[in-house]
């Protein structure tokens, strides 16, 4: 406000009102009781008279109720004074409000302009973590979804190891069929259980690693939890305030909300609200991040136990192949010696036979010396001589009887090896017999089952 608005009140002060002194003088009063009458004026009220009111008539009492000039004349002055101060003050009190309603008016328009700028600053601050939460939403759900995707590999992968360890297994109970000898701890055996070891630490390392894929799913899904409620506050808080931005003193939906000018105890300042969606991004990168690690682990898992897996069974079927071979052979072998047995056993029997019966020829020769030993003892007296035809005879009967005991002997050693060759043949028929049960059982049974060992890509989790 200038200079030249300043109010009057400001330049100078009213002048007091002064009663003339011809109403001083007036009427019969003394100049002592003029100035008592002047003291008074002081005490006169509203109505200009002194004292109470009595309802009497005035010319009762000691003095009469009417005033002199001189108390009228100050009356009125007092009141012009009066007058001419409330106007006074009047004036300046409008110029007052007319300048408060400017300066208040343009504080007004500042202010508000100030606070729709600020409003667009936080819409757009609010618009750029929006942004930033729905970015990273999509990104760790989609990588969820890869997760997921992931899990049902190892989960097919679990179950696909089921077929290898039951053929595993059932090999390992069928060879446990095999008979005597052929029951042996071979490397099929050893590596049938060293296949069923690996089968187990499989499936423990697929179950562990599902265990593990299922909590990081839920720590994915807790980040997207809090991404979505994040950006959900976001949005919403977007909406009221572009609402707030929006508003002007025209709008049709303004009213006074009293107690709405105060700050909130749990509200937040720019500083906590922006870590608090930097720190949910932050969280959640992380969680994808450590999604991505495990799933290239998974896929590294995946393929080293479907590698170990089947290079297990490619040395199994080897291992098979080759005791197949080995006891193939061996049968084979069995069935000659055994043909040869039998040859053997005919061929013998045939020699226990003329065994037999070169015995039985030599009894003719025995009993014909014999004879004539016994025709001869019957001779007279000094013709009982030992001559040489008896030397003979005798000879004759002891060789016969050395070669009867010869033949005695070697028929008995022939029908000893007669005896062993039928052991034998016992031997290689009840042998032949398991090797044939063994030939059955590794090749007929458990090299036919092994054909069913799942693919390899039934093994890394996609079938």
Wanted: a negative charge; proline letters at 3%.
């Amino acid at each position: 406000m200038d200079a030249g608005a300043l109010l009057l009140s400001k330049e100078r002060m009213p002048p007091v009102p002064q009663a003339p002194l011809s109403a001083l003088r007036s009427g019969t009063m003394t100049e002592n009781e003029l100035a008592a009458s002047v003291a008074k004026l002081s005490t006169l009220n509203e109505s200009g008279v002194t004292g109470e009111p009595t309802g009497f008539p005035a010319s009762l009492g000691f003095r009469s109720g009417k005033h002199t000039p001189g108390e009228w004349h100050e009356s009125n002055y007092q009141k012009y004074y009066q007058s001419f101060s409330d106007r006074d003050n009047a004036e300046r009190v409008r110029h007052e409000s007319k300048q408060t309603a400017n300066e208040t008016e343009a504080q007004t328009q500042r202010t508000q302009q100030d606070s729709t700028k600020k409003l667009e600053e936080r819409i757009h601050d609010i618009h750029f973590w929006k942004e930033e939460l729905r970015r990273e939403i999509e990104e760790i759900r989609n990588e969820t979804d890869l997760l997921c995707a992931q899990k049902k590999r190892l989960e097919n992968a679990l179950d696909a190891t089921d077929v290898p360890l039951m053929i595993a297994q059932d090999n390992l109970r069928c060879r446990v069929r095999r008979q005597e000898v052929d029951l042996v701890q071979d490397n099929v055996e050893l590596q049938l259980n060293k296949e069923v070891e690996i089968i187990k630490k499989v499936q423990d390392l697929l179950r562990r690693t599902i265990q593990q894929t299922d909590k990081q799913i839920k720590l994915n899904r807790g980040g997207k939890h809090k991404l979505t409620m994040d950006w959900s506050d976001k949005l919403e808080a977007f909406r009221i305030d572009e609402k707030c931005a929006s508003l002007n003193n025209n709008s049709t939906d303004i009213q006074y909300h009293e107690g709405s000018a105060k700050f909130e105890e749990i509200a937040s300042d720019p500083e906590s609200w922006a870590k608090f969606s930097h720190d949910n991004v932050v969280r959640a990168e992380h969680e994808r991040m450590a999604s991505i690690q495990l799933r290239n682990l998974i896929d590294n898992i995946l393929t080293d136990t479907s590698n170990d897996m089947r290079e297990q069974c490619n040395t199994v079927d080897t291992a098979f192949a080759k005791r197949v071979e080995e006891v193939h052979n061996s049968l084979t072998q069995m069935q000659n010696h055994l043909k040869k047995t039998i040859d053997e056993i005919g061929d013998m029997e045939n020699n226990i036979k003329m065994l037999k019966q070169a015995i039985k020829d030599k009894e003719a020769p025995m009993q014909v010396a014999q004879t004539r030993l016994h025709h001869r003892t019957a001779r007279p007296n000094v013709e009982l001589c030992r001559d040489p035809a008896q030397y003979r005879l005798i000879s004759e009967v002891g060789e016969i009887q050395q070669s009867i005991d010869s033949l005695t002997q070697k028929l008995a050693d022939a029908e000893a090896s007669l005896k062993d060759l039928n052991d034998t043949r016992m031997t290689l028929e009840k042998e032949i017999t398991v090797k044939k049960n063994s030939l059955f059982i590794d090749k007929d049974k458990c090299m036919t089952v092994r054909t069913r060992y799942p693919t390899t890509s039934k093994l890394v989790g996609y079938q």
